[in-house]
């Protein structure tokens, strides 16, 4: 059966020799040319001649006129018949030959694929269309569990070949109809060609008696319609996805979508978006003038961006930064539907508000720290601070008093932020004013823990390092409460006193008392070094605290250094350790160094 099929599309539907109509025209040809012959003879029989003694012997003579005359007429009879025949059949052939060029035309001219294969798995005709996808214009003698691999003929949304029994042209060969199914083509064959997809239908051809001689499959190059497939779906997850709240009209203002951010934000389901207007958000602080500007800008197709005032289901004000697009029809130009995409601006205009607030606080809060280190002949002084946020609740200060006599302050609120640095503030205020008295120091700092016991809650404390210096003789008092030692280190870098934790923390209790530390005389060459725990705390990628260790290491690295440079290399060597991470705490360092 796949012979007759071949005889059909072999030679590229053109030349197509048909064996039986050749057998006709051969005998047609025969009798044509037998009359003439056999009449011809009947004539020279029945002539007179010399040679008649030796006609006479055969079968025809010139005696028998009669029996002569029928068959010269039985013999013309047929050549006129077997004339007639041949070129009914040379005609016939023509016309079979016009129609196969013209039919053999047609389907290599139309867009869509077209493969024949016989039932013996071997492909008969390859048209124009099918040899694109291909690469080829035969079946090169592949087997059918070859065509998958082969070809690149993969199923959709996998990175598996189709099972060649499962093929569209190989069910239609078995005499199946396959409605449409989709392909995937990387053809390793074709060099540089794209990945493809192809919509297939395939169907048995039958003789006609029924039996199946192949199959035909037809397919249509379907790689931009899927493309925009998978762009319409990539534009709806990113709309579904987005912050943003996005809502689709038609023409009228009705609303046809909305996107999951517009449920969150606005507060209304999408069920009882749709359909309804953008009124619903209408919060009545515009002026109608500006909807009919909106309205009119929009209609006329120009794109419309504001900044509204917007109210919730629950009743809730919000700001939104709306921009509304108008969409016109691909193929009339005419407006369809409208876009909009409105951005909730609440949150980020009150943070910058705050943000704002923080600046100006941090600002004031800097002011508040000395501006300069005091000018004392004999002595280097200096301190800084790094906070870790806008604000901080590290504070240090210098306060000079007569005698002369120089009160230094380190101190530290527990947090970061706005909260510890009014703490902060507070605590400066008191200090400055007690030590302007000239209390005695345990005296000073019981009085400081007592006016923030009246102003903190249980979760807020102060630690303070608080010493007086008499810079004239070099006597040294302090007080540590609870706050992290501070060194004093003689002019080799050795750590000669440790002036560690000698009272509770202020602002917990009140009945709590302060007991002063060892005092000490600071001697020329030696430097007291004192720091808040977010030099000491601060944490390695690997987790190692920098430590007193680390702090001491950088001091004795640079004793030869003025106080102002000793305390920038601490700080420097403490953000260092942290390898670029966030600061954790804030910083302060204070270097007191006697010439």
């Avoid at 077209?114 to 390859?126: E, P, Q, R, S």
């Avoid at 706050?483 to 750590?495: K, N, Q, T």
């Avoid at 260790?549 to 950088?554: A, I, Q, S």
């Amino acid at each position: 059966m796949s012979i007759q099929l071949k005889m059909f599309f072999d030679c590229d539907l053109r030349t197509c020799p048909m064996k039986h109509r050749m057998k006709l025209r051969w005998l047609s040809t025969l009798l044509a040319l037998l009359g003439p012959v056999v009449g011809v003879g009947g004539y020279l029989l029945d002539q007179p001649s010399e040679h008649a003694s030796v006609l006479a012997y055969l079968p025809f003579t010139g005696h028998d006129r009669a029996l002569t005359l029928g068959i010269e007429v039985f013999l013309g009879y047929e050549m006129v018949v077997g004339l007639l025949v041949l070129t009914q059949a040379w005609n016939r052939e023509k016309d079979l030959r016009r129609h196969n060029d013209l039919m053999g035309s047609v389907i290599h001219s139309v867009t869509e694929g077209v493969l024949v294969a016989g039932t013996d798995g071997k492909i008969l005709f390859v048209n124009e269309a099918a040899s694109r996808l291909t690469g080829s214009r035969s079946g090169h003698g592949l087997q059918v569990a070859e065509w998958s691999g082969s070809y690149g003929l993969y199923q959709p949304d996998t990175d598996r070949l189709f099972p060649p029994d499962q093929l569209p042209l190989v069910r239609a060969m078995r005499g199946e109809h396959v409605a449409e199914t989709d392909v995937l083509v990387r053809n390793p064959r074709i060099a540089g060609a794209a990945e493809a997809w192809a919509s297939v239908t395939a169907a048995p051809i039958l003789d006609s008696r029924g039996e199946l001689l192949g199959g035909v499959a037809v397919f249509r190059d379907i790689t931009e319609k899927k493309h925009a497939e998978e762009l319409t779906q990539r534009l709806s997850n990113a709309l579904e996805q987005t912050a943003d709240s996005v809502f689709i009209t038609d023409r009228a203002g009705r609303i046809e979508y909305v996107n999951p951010a517009f449920e969150v934000t606005t507060g209304y389901a999408r069920a009882e978006a749709v359909g309804a207007t953008p009124r619903l958000l209408k919060s009545g602080r515009q002026e109608p003038e500006f909807y009919r500007t909106l309205w009119e800008s929009i209609s006329g197709g120009a794109t419309f961006k504001a900044t509204v005032i917007n109210r919730k289901k629950g009743g809730e004000l919000f700001i939104a930064e709306q921009t509304i697009t108008p969409m016109r029809d691909s193929r009339t130009g005419e407006l369809s539907h409208f876009v909009a995409v409105m951005r909730d601006l609440t949150d980020r205009l009150k943070f910058e508000e705050q943000g704002h607030e923080l600046r100006l606080a941090a600002s004031m809060q800097q002011r508040l720290f000395p501006k300069a280190p005091p000018h004392i002949p004999g002595w280097d002084i200096a301190g800084a601070f790094s906070p870790a946020v806008a604000t901080c609740g590290d504070y240090f200060d210098f306060i000079e008093l007569p005698g002369p006599r120089l009160v230094l302050a380190v101190a530290d609120v527990c947090g970061h932020g706005m909260g510890p640095a009014l703490i902060t503030a507070a605590t400066r205020g008191y200090v400055r004013s007690l030590a302007r008295t000239g209390v005695p120091l345990a005296e000073l700092a019981a009085n400081v823990n007592l006016l923030l016991v009246d102003d903190l809650d249980e979760c807020h404390f102060v630690t303070m390092l608080l010493a007086s210096l008499e810079t004239q003789t070099g006597k040294l008092e302090w007080a540590n409460m609870g706050h992290p030692a501070g060194y004093l280190l003689d002019v080799s870098g050795e750590v000669r006193l440790t002036l560690e934790s000698t009272s509770k923390p202020l602002g917990l209790f009140a009945e709590a008392g302060c007991t002063l530390g060892e005092p000490c005389v600071l001697t020329a060459g030696e430097t007291l070094v004192l720091v808040t725990d977010g030099a000491i705390e601060a944490e390695s990628p690997a987790g190692q605290l920098h430590g007193a260790d680390g702090v001491l290491r950088t001091i004795r690295a640079g004793l030869d250094k003025t106080a102002r440079e000793l305390v920038e290399s601490v700080i420097g060597a403490t953000r260092a350790h942290a390898a670029g991470a966030p600061q954790a705490d804030d910083i302060t360092v204070v270097v007191v160094k006697r010439g």
